[in-house]
C-alpha cells in the first residue's frame, strides 16, 4: 500500500508492506487523518521528543532514525477483522476511530506516533486493535470524526482545570489545541472565554468556536483583555496552549493571585519561570497530557451531537501526495488550522 513515511526528516511517499490483522485486529481503510502540531515536531525535533520522552520515564522501543508512519487522528472504515475477534464492538463497513493505541500480549503500543511498528493515518490502511475501536454514531462524517483526538486534548485540559461556577478563563493561543480548549469551554457554558492569538484568521475560527473576546496581542495584553471584559476580580483559569519559551514565565507574572494555569502548550525547549512569582501569588499550575478513554469516546459523542461544531477548524485537505507541502504550510498560522489527508484522494491541499 501506500503511506507517507518520515525518513531522515523528509516525508516522502513510498509503497510499505500491506497491514495484516493479527488476533484481536481488524485491518481499517484510512477515510480522513489530522494532521497534528506534535507530527510537526516529530519530524523536525525527533531526537529531541525521545530523548525527553525518556527523560520524563516513559518506556520507549520508537527509533526515528528508523522509517515510521505518523498519523494519530484519523477516522477509518473497517475492511476485515482478524482472528480472535468475536465480541469486537465493529463490522466491516463500519466507520470507527480510536484511540492512537494498540492492545498487545505485551502491552499498549503507540500507533501513529513513536512506533516503528503500527503505521499511523498517513497511509491507505492501518491495523487497530478491534475491542477499542468506536463506532462513529449518528451519521457524523470522517472528517469531523477525525477531529475527536484533538478535540479530546482540549476536554481533558478544561477538565484538569477542574472549573467551579464564576470562574473566567482567558486562553493563550489559538491554534488546535487552544481552539479545542474553547470549544470545551464553551460547550460547558463557560461565560467569559478570552482567547488571545496574532493571527486574524485563527482569531476568526477562534470566535466561531464559541470565544466570547478574541483579542489581538499586539494591540492589546492579554491579560489586559481579561480585565477590561471581567473588571479583573473574578477567579481566573489561564491556559497557555502556545508553548514557546517565555510564555509559562509570562503567564505567571499576568496572573492575579491565586490563579490557576493550565499549560497545554508543549514547549519542546528549555524554558525558565520565576518560582517566586508563582509562591507569592500562590499560583496553582497544571500541565496535562491528552486524555483517558471515556473523555475520548464522550468527545466523539459531542462531536456527533451537535454539542461541539469543528466545521470551521478543517480547513484543508489533501491526499498522501500533498502531506509534505501541508507540513510545509502549517508552519504560518495565517493559512491552516486543521489540514486532514485523505488516502482516497491524491494532489496538494483544497482550502475548505
Ligand atoms: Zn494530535
Known amino acids: 500500500m501506500l503511506a507517507v513515511i518520515a525518513r531522515d526528516k523528509q516525508l516522502v511517499v513510498d509503497t510499505v508492506d500491506d497491514p495484516v490483522p493479527g488476533s484481536g485486529e481488524a485491518l481499517v481503510a484510512v477515510t480522513a487523518c489530522g494532521i497534528c502540531g506534535s507530527d510537526l515536531h516529530m519530524l523536525r525535533y525527533g531526537d529531541r521528543m525521545i530523548e525527553q520522552t525518556l527523560e520524563a520515564g516513559m518506556p520507549l522501543l520508537f527509533d526515528p532514525k528508523r522509517d ?11 475492511l476485515e477483522l482478524g482472528p480472535d475477534c468475536d465480541g469486537a464492538p465493529v463490522r466491516p463497513g463500519d466507520l470507527v476511530t480510536s484511540l492512537p493505541v494498540a492492545l498487545t500480549s505485551t502491552g499498549i503500543e503507540p500507533v501513529g506516533a513513536y512506533s516503528n511498528v503500527y503505521n499511523g493515518g498517513y497511509a491507505e490502511r492501518m491495523r487497530l486493535t478491534a475491542a477499542i475501536c468506536m463506532k462513529v454514531p449518528n451519521g457524523l462524517d470522517a472528517r469531523r470524526a477525525a477531529l475527536t483526538e484533538p478535540m479530546a486534548v482540549g476536554r481533558h485540559a478544561v477538565g484538569k482545570a477542574d472549573l467551579a461556577a464564576g470562574d473566567t478563563t482567558l486562553v493563550l493561543g489559538c491554534g488546535p489545541v487552544g481552539l479545542a480548549v474553547i470549544a470545551e469551554l464553551r460547550r460547558r457554558n463557560v461565560e467569559t472565554i478570552v482567547a488571545s492569538d496574532f493571527s486574524p484568521s485563527r482569531r476568526a475560527v477562534a470566535a ?5 473576546e478574541v483579542i489581538d496581542p499586539a494591540t492589546e495584553p492579554a491579560i489586559d483583555a481579561w480585565r477590561r471584559v471581567t473588571g479583573g476580580m473574578k477567579p481566573l483559569v489561564i491556559f497557555e496552549a502556545i508553548g514557546v519559551p517565555g510564555m509559562l514565565d509570562r503567564a505567571m507574572k499576568d496572573a492575579p493571585a491565586q490563579s490557576r ?3 497545554v502548550g508543549v514547549c519542546m525547549e528549555t524554558d525558565h519561570v520565576h518560582p517566586s512569582v508563582g509562591i507569592m501569588k500562590e499560583l496553582h499550575v497544571q500541565f496535562v497530557l491528552a486524555y483517558d478513554p471515556f473523555e475520548f469516546a464522550d468527545t466523539l459523542r459531542t462531536i ?3 454539542e461541539i461544531d469543528v466545521t470551521p477548524m478543517v480547513t484543508g485537505v489533501c491526499g498522501l501526495d500533498g502531506v509534505a507541502g501541508a507540513f510545509a ?8 488550522v486543521k489540514i486532514l ?4 484522494r491524491s494532489g496538494p491541499i483544497e482550502n475548505l
Open 261 to 263: 494555569i493550565v499549560v
Open 329 to 336: 504550510v502549517l508552519g504560518d498560522p495565517e493559512q491552516h
Open 341 to 344: 489527508v485523505e488516502p482516497g
Open 304 to 306: 456527533a451531537e451537535g
Open 208 to 212: 466561531a468556536m464559541g470565544a466570547t
Open 68 to 78: 515510521y508512519v505518523m498519523g494519530h487522528e484519523f477516522a477509518c472504515e473497517v
